[in-house]
């Protein structure tokens, strides 16, 4: 990574990126690119205590979509945090299906929970991720190699974006 990349990074304060990936670990890949854009260390989200969420000065929020929605685990844990002031969060997920307009729909429920809380949402990122859930895995699933490395390129820009 370019030097001056590194600096913006450190300039933005701590971050963490907490993660719910278990499947494939399509999700993790995600956030280990996030991780090293923004120095940031991934933790799942049983190692979380919400008392660490406030020496975080950007938090970001990831798991995989399951009918419609983040994983309940993440839910689960979004109700779970304390009320904040203005704190920046990003939203992230793999999907077997992606598309502006749903993956919007996707991150809604996660979006609404760390919104009520204070959470101001600074960017939501989203890519296919390999699914062999249900019938898939008879036909030997969908998005195999996904996410790629066009997926982590893009996300590692995202991450750069993030203000």
């Excluded at 971050?15 to 999700?27: E, P, R």
């Excluded at 975080?56 to 002031?85: N, T």
């Amino acid at each position: 990574m370019p030097k001056e990349n590194n600096v913006m990074a450190a300039e933005r304060g701590k971050c963490l990126i907490i993660v719910h990936s278990y499947h494939h670990n399509n999700t993790a890949k995600i956030a280990d690119v996030f991780a090293e854009v923004l120095h940031a260390p991934v933790k799942r989200i049983d190692q979380v205590t919400l008392a660490e969420l406030e020496n975080y000065d950007l938090i970001g929020f990831g798991a995989g979509i399951d009918s419609g929605r983040h994983y309940k685990e993440l839910l689960d844990l979004a109700d779970q945090l304390p009320e904040v002031c203005k704190k920046s969060c990003f939203i992230f997920s793999t999907s077997a299906i992606i598309g502006e307009d749903k993956v919007a729909k996707d991150h809604s429920a996660l979006r609404q929970k760390l919104m009520s809380k204070g959470y101001l949402v600074k960017g939501e990122f989203s890519c296919k991720g390999f699914n062999t859930n249900s019938f898939l895995k008879f036909f030997g699933g969908m998005n195999k190699g996904r996410p790629n490395s066009e997926d982590l390129r893009n996300a590692a820009e995202f991450a750069l974006n993030l203000e």
